[in-house]
């Protein structure tokens, strides 16, 4: 496969700096001591953003090839806004990675397609990568529109998106109704709805912008169930909430092909 496999642990409101400390310390030996290939597949994790320094502190400090990035970003480069965090600040810090359009963002506060796709389109521009969500929820599922719904958030969000900035992107599936439930799509779920945003993508711009970008399946990854997951044509890699706060945990996750 000509792309590379991303893990990336998206936190959540979890770990306070301290506690980023040991967990990226964790999961570095974990992963030493299993002779992990970093260049086989890319390992990030996603801290709150108070735990961001802390992070960049061990990582460049023990020289660690553990990449890392934040929940969310303003669209605003600086200014009169209150607790929003600008790109410049992230990617000054080492980010390499933004989540945009988190089902929770979506959800707690609003965040619309346009909005996520603008957050995209920051992120790019200040050099980071950033990780587009996409997902539906249970009764989009039930109703059987899964994958109408999740291309309608793809068109959205990759309006006014040139194809380098895609092929630089990672868009992640993540069903609603299997984050943080226990309840994993199955492997054929994830592949249908992950093959179908590489096909509008490939729609939407070209074959090769197709064949670049990363898709990466979320929703109870675990080290059980990932391997399968990731032995789906159109499945490039996880983005993995509870089971990337144990170090051993994530650790086996990334090492899915182990
Ligand atoms: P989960 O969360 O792995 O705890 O289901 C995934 C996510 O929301 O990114």
Same mark, same amino acid.
């Given at each position: 496969?000509?792309?590379? $496999? ?19 310390? !964790? ?17 990030? =994790? ?14 460049? @400090? ?15 480069? #600086?200014?009169?806004?209150? @607790?929003?965090? #600008? ?6 810090? !080492?980010? #390499? ?18 909005? &996520? !796709?603008?957050?995209?389109? &920051?992120?790019?521009?200040? @050099?980071?990568? $950033? ?34 900035? =895609?092929?630089? #992107?990672? *868009?992640?599936?993540? $069903? *609603? ?9 199955? $492997? ?29 399946? @979320?929703?109870?990854?675990?080290? !059980?169930?990932?391997?399968? *997951?990731?032995?789906?044509?159109? =499945?490039?890699?996880?983005? &993995? ?18």
């Amino acid at each position: 496969m000509a792309r590379t $496999p991303l893990m990336a642990g998206n936190w959540k409101m979890n770990m306070d700096h301290l506690e980023a400390i040991h967990l990226v310390q !964790g999961l570095h030996q974990e992963l030493t001591d299993a002779n992990f290939d970093y260049s086989k597949t890319e390992v990030a =994790v996603i801290p709150p953003f108070t735990d961001i320094r802390s992070v960049q502190t061990v990582v460049e @400090g023990d020289d660690m090839k553990i990449k890392y990035g934040a929940q969310d970003v303003s669209t605003k480069e #600086s200014g009169a806004y209150t @607790g929003e965090i #600008s790109a410049t600040m992230l990617s000054k810090l !080492g980010c #390499s990675f933004v989540v945009v359009g988190h089902s929770e963002r979506r959800e707690y506060h609003g965040e619309s397609d346009a909005l &996520v !796709g603008e957050k995209a389109r &920051v992120a790019l521009a200040a @050099g980071m990568t $950033p990780i587009i969500c996409c997902g539906e929820g249970l009764e989009v599922r039930k109703a059987g529109e899964q994958v109408s719904h999740v291309l309608a958030q793809i068109d959205g969000a990759l309006d006014g998106m040139s194809a380098d900035d =895609v092929k630089k #992107s990672v *868009i992640a599936y993540e $069903p *609603i109704w299997a984050i943080g439930t226990g309840e994993v799509a199955t $492997p054929e779920d994830a592949q249908e709805v992950c093959g179908a945003i590489r096909v509008r993508v490939s729609e939407l711009y070209d074959a090769e912008t197709a064949e670049a970008v990363r898709v990466l399946y @979320g929703g109870s990854v675990k080290s !059980g169930n990932v391997r399968d *997951i990731m032995a789906q044509a159109d =499945v490039d890699g996880a983005l &993995v909430g509870g089971a990337s706060l144990k170090a051993d945990e994530f650790a086996k996750i990334a090492r899915f092909d182990a």
